[in-house]
């Protein structure tokens, strides 16, 4: 039992890190904003400095071909070394920046360099994750192993909620703008020193070693996800279309809807958030453990099927201006989303052989995510502003689940089967 919670720990902590930063940045964007992009002109310096924040999903299709590749040739355990510490170090180098008062135009260069060496970072961080502990996981715990993967990213958006939360409340605002934005990126030393410490100190998963033993180990292992695997591939990326979209959309996008669209305060609405992403974090286990029981193509094809037919009388549900409606709502769609979240790392990991696992997952699995994960929010705001109907976001998450049933639809089950 001390061998498999090392392993999970291992697998988790960088995920943690990884959506900390995510959400610390945004949280932060107004601040880092006016420090690195001085502007006359306030909302000038905030697109700036979001548009720095995308630049790190441009590179996450590329850190997923390089850890793809590293993972599949040279092991797991290896790319996610290397993966923890570039994420500590850059996560950790943004917060010792020189300001643009301090250096001038040098100061945003930098911090969009560090940015790139992030998006890089996690392009390939929770895939191999996911890989190394799927392959660690007994027989039969395939589902609640993996799910752990997606239990870090959200423990880790709840951590970065906390610690906004706690500084923004305990500094005042000179403070907060003079050094207090930094101490939130300094996290990232403590997590990366314990994530180095246990991913060194792990064992290499039993599949890859076996691969090496056999002296099986794909020499081109990107190449030939297109050539042996791919629709195995197209499986993936339509599955994770919805889960990019899902997720920006719900956990990300809704909290300024309610905002800005129904008029709720901030603090309300946040709070909504917080409520919502609690009760996927519990239900992500639970999901996951009942995916080996009853396997995942039943929870799959529900779940996307709920999310097609139920998405737009929720959004006109949350839309309605009451606050207990909206919480209401999001939950249902935290409960919903769950399911699907909970056990797709596991069915992605279980459709790809060995060989060329970790590349097919994370290029299948990143690709959806740079193109349609960072631009749903926008997307979504861009249709109500358009339409003036606020239920409309929901046609754009209706067409990213529509997608994901039909190749649920073509899923082989795979709970009960060994690994390939």
Same mark, same amino acid.
């Given at each position: 039992?001390?061998?498999?919670?090392?392993?999970?720990?291992?697998?988790?902590?960088?995920?943690?890190?990884?959506?900390?930063?995510?959400?610390?940045?945004?949280?932060?964007?107004?601040?880092?904003?006016?420090?690195?992009?001085p502007s006359d002109d306030p909302m000038l310096s905030l697109l700036k400095s979001l548009?720095?924040?995308?630049?790190?999903?441009?590179?996450?299709?590329?850190?997923?071909?390089?850890f793809g590749h590293i993972g599949d040739r040279y092991g797991r355990k290896k790319a996610?070394?290397?993966?923890?510490?570039?994420?500590?170090?850059?996560?950790?180098?943004?917060? +010792? +920046?020189?300001?643009? =008062?301090?250096? $001038?135009?040098?100061?945003?260069?930098?911090?969009?360099?560090?940015?790139?060496?992030?998006?890089?970072?996690? $392009?390939?961080?929770?895939?191999?994750?996911?890989?190394?502990?799927?392959?660690?996981?007994?027989?039969?715990?395939?589902?609640?192993?993996? &799910?752990?993967?997606?239990?870090?990213?959200?423990?880790?958006?709840? @951590?970065?909620?906390?610690?906004?939360?706690?500084?923004?409340?305990?500094?005042?605002?000179?403070? @907060?703008?003079?050094?207090?934005?930094?101490?939130?990126?300094?996290?990232?030393?403590?997590? $990366?020193?314990?994530?180095?410490?246990?991913? %060194?100190?792990?064992?290499?998963?039993? %599949?890859?070693?076996?691969?090496?033993?056999?002296?099986?180990?794909?020499?081109?292992?990107?190449?030939?996800?297109?050539?042996?695997?791919?629709?195995?591939? +197209?499986?993936?990326?339509? +599955?994770?279309?919805?889960?990019?979209?899902?997720?920006?959309?719900?956990?990300?996008?809704?909290?300024?809807?309610?905002?800005?669209?129904?008029?709720?305060?901030?603090? *309300?609405?946040?709070?909504?958030? *917080?409520?919502?992403?609690?009760?996927?974090?519990?239900?992500?286990?639970?999901?996951?453990?009942? /995916?080996?029981?009853?396997?995942?193509?039943?929870?799959?094809?529900? &779940?996307?099927?709920? *999310?097609?037919? =139920?998405?737009?009388?929720?959004?006109?549900?949350? /839309?309605?201006?009451?606050?207990?409606?909206?919480?209401?709502?999001?939950?249902?769609?935290?409960?919903?989303? =769950?399911?699907?979240?909970?056990?797709?790392?596991?069915?992605?990991?279980?459709?790809?052989?060995?060989?060329?696992?970790?590349?097919?997952?994370?290029?299948?699995?990143?690709?959806?995510?740079?193109?349609?994960?960072?631009?749903?929010?926008?997307?979504?705001?861009?249709?109500?502003?358009?339409?003036?109907?606020?239920?409309?976001?929901?046609?754009?998450?209706?067409?990213?689940?529509?997608?994901?049933?039909?190749?649920?639809?073509?899923?082989?089950?795979?709970?009960?089967?060994? @690994?390939?």
């Amino acid at each position: 039992m001390k061998k498999h919670s090392k392993t999970l720990f291992a697998g988790m902590v960088g995920n943690v890190l990884e959506w900390y930063d995510f959400v610390v940045y945004g949280f932060l964007a107004v601040i880092i904003g006016e420090l690195f992009f001085p502007s006359d002109d306030p909302m000038l310096s905030l697109l700036k400095s979001l548009g720095v924040f995308a630049v790190g999903f441009v590179m996450r299709p590329v850190g997923a071909i390089l850890f793809g590749h590293i993972g599949d040739r040279y092991g797991r355990k290896k790319a996610l070394t290397i993966s923890i510490v570039m994420m500590a170090v850059s996560t950790t180098a943004i917060g +010792l +920046l020189p300001t643009y =008062a301090q250096i $001038g135009i040098l100061a945003p260069t930098l911090l969009v360099i560090l940015k790139l060496f992030q998006g890089l970072s996690v $392009g390939g961080e929770y895939t191999t994750s996911v890989s190394f502990i799927v392959e660690h996981a007994p027989e039969g715990k395939r589902g609640l192993f993996g &799910s752990v993967g997606i239990l870090g990213a959200v423990v880790g958006i709840l @951590l970065g909620s906390a610690s906004g939360a706690v500084i923004t409340k305990v500094l005042p605002e000179d403070q @907060l703008y003079a050094w207090g934005w930094r101490v939130l990126f300094f996290t990232g030393i403590l997590l $990366g020193l314990i994530g180095y410490y246990v991913r %060194k100190n792990i064992d290499e998963t039993p %599949k890859f070693i076996e691969l090496e033993y056999e002296e099986l180990i794909d020499k081109q292992p990107v190449f030939d996800v297109f050539r042996k695997a791919f629709k195995e591939f +197209l499986k993936t990326f339509s +599955l994770s279309t919805f889960q990019a979209v899902g997720f920006y959309t719900i956990f990300v996008y809704i909290a300024n809807h309610l905002t800005v669209f129904v008029k709720m305060p901030k603090s *309300t609405a946040l709070t909504i958030n *917080t409520i919502s992403m609690v009760v996927l974090a519990v239900l992500i286990p639970f999901f996951g453990w009942l /995916s080996d029981k009853i396997g995942r193509k039943p929870i799959i094809l529900f &779940s996307t099927g709920f *999310t097609v037919l =139920a998405s737009y009388p929720l959004f006109r549900f949350i /839309s309605s201006g009451s606050v207990e409606n909206a919480l209401i709502g999001q939950i249902i769609f935290a409960v919903v989303v =769950a399911g699907f979240m909970s056990i797709l790392p596991t069915t992605l990991v279980e459709i790809f052989p060995t060989q060329i696992r970790n590349s097919g997952y994370s290029i299948g699995y990143n690709l959806p995510f740079a193109i349609f994960g960072g631009t749903a929010p926008l997307i979504a705001t861009y249709l109500v502003k358009t339409t003036n109907n606020p239920g409309s976001p929901a046609f754009y998450l209706i067409a990213a689940a529509a997608v994901a049933f039909i190749a649920g639809l073509t899923l082989k089950e795979t709970a009960k089967e060994p @690994l390939k």
